[in-house]
């Protein structure tokens, strides 16, 4: 089945360890996003690339970096996890951009936890 | 900006009880309307949605209907089932902008 792998699910790192998680995906979709969900909150975009465009949201600390080698890999690198970056990491990818075309297909997420 | 405002939860239910979860949102442009659903241990995945309003979207036995007039998108079931339980986000996304809001979630634990 076509779908968005994402590894590892759990992630144990100390406070200052970089830390990397990775997302592929069988869909040949465009796009593809990085997402943090705290608890008991929203999903909160990170970043997100159109094809080899490369997206920041105005917010996201430069703690956290992206690399998307080629259409169907893209990664999440934190560089120094503090205990503020303790949270559910969510990978989507959709089509195309924009409007009610843009449904998201989500990996079941990577949980980071910073000690 | 753009948000979207859900009831919050958690809300729990007897299974066949009837369902409504609650989404308002303010927008400036025309936004298309989702519900996603996040069962345990999974992530997120497309319930049903709308792209314009009067628009019904449906699926599962779901259903929530795009009233421009209200600013709502509030989605309802009929008679819920145990494996409904889940973690239930309103989004849009504005069609003038790429970005997709969420809500914060409201959280469903249906009882046997």
């Known amino acids: 089945d076509a779908m968005v792998i994402q590894n590892p699910r759990y992630q144990v790192t100390q406070f200052g360890k970089p830390v990397t998680l990775s997302c592929s995906q069988t869909?040949?979709?465009?796009?593809m996003y990085w997402y943090q969900q705290k608890s008991s909150q929203a999903p909160k975009l990170l970043f997100h690339?159109?094809?080899?465009?490369?997206?920041n949201e105005a917010d996201t600390p430069d703690n956290f970096q992206s690399r998307r080698p080629n259409t169907s890999f893209c990664f999440l690198d934190i560089r120094s996890p503090g205990l503020g970056d303790a949270a559910m990491y969510l990978c989507a990818t959709s089509r195309e951009r924009g409007g009610g075309a843009n449904v998201l297909t989500f990996g079941a997420g990577s949980r980071l936890t910073v000690l | 900006g753009d948000s979207v405002t859900q009831m919050e939860g958690p809300v729990t239910l007897s299974e066949e009880a009837f369902l409504t979860i609650n989404c308002t949102y303010t927008a400036t442009g025309y936004p298309s309307l989702f519900w996603y659903v996040q069962y345990p241990g999974e992530g997120l995945q497309l319930l049903l949605k709308a792209t314009k309003a009067d628009d019904k979207g449906s699926n599962k036995g779901f259903e929530a209907t795009y009233r421009k007039e209200t600013t709502s998108f509030h989605l309802e079931k009929g008679s819920v089932q145990v494996s409904d339980s889940a973690v239930y986000f309103c989004a849009l996304i504005d069609n003038r902008d790429d970005k997709i809001i969420f809500g914060k979630g409201t959280r469903l634990h249906i009882l046997p």
């Open positions: 869909l040949n979709h465009n796009v």
């Open positions: 690339y159109y094809d080899k465009d490369f997206n």
